[in-house]
């Protein structure tokens, strides 16, 4: 029976993420120049030919992009950090040191707003909430995006602990 191995399926889960936070983006854009264009030309013809949904939609689709990109951001070792003593260290140090901020530092955050946001996503979900503005989106299927985002997020922290651990 083959092994399977747990931090490549966790590599590849968020890379099929980021494939939707890509996709996202340049959707995003086409969407906001439409609401750029349509603002001046529904002046220009006296009418409206944007919308609510379409304005809700551009940072929706940022909150997309954003929220499942996080896990792949960490797999590609572009999070924002302090390299200044890092640089200085050993390989093995800075191996310690990164499981270390991994299991003491992002994984529970990680896990924290996971499960602080899980309950909200679920009410939302239960009431089927829409935006308060006229023509405005769902919001149910937004607020979803932050526990499964940080959820991610979480599950590619604990494959990075688990490489790390091997290379010990």
Known sequence: ???????????????????????????MLVVGAWNVVGRYLGLALGMSVSSNALIEAQWALFSVAFLLGLGYTLQRNGHVRVDVLHSRWSARKQRRIELGGTLLLLLPFAIMVLLVSLLPAVQSWQIWEQSPDPNGLPRYWIKSLIPLGFGLLALQGLAQALRLRRER
Do not use: T, V
């Open 1 to 27: 029976m083959a092994r399977i191995d747990w931090p490549d399926q966790i590599d590849r889960l968020n890379q099929g993420a980021a494939w939707i936070g890509r996709w996202s983006i340049l959707l």
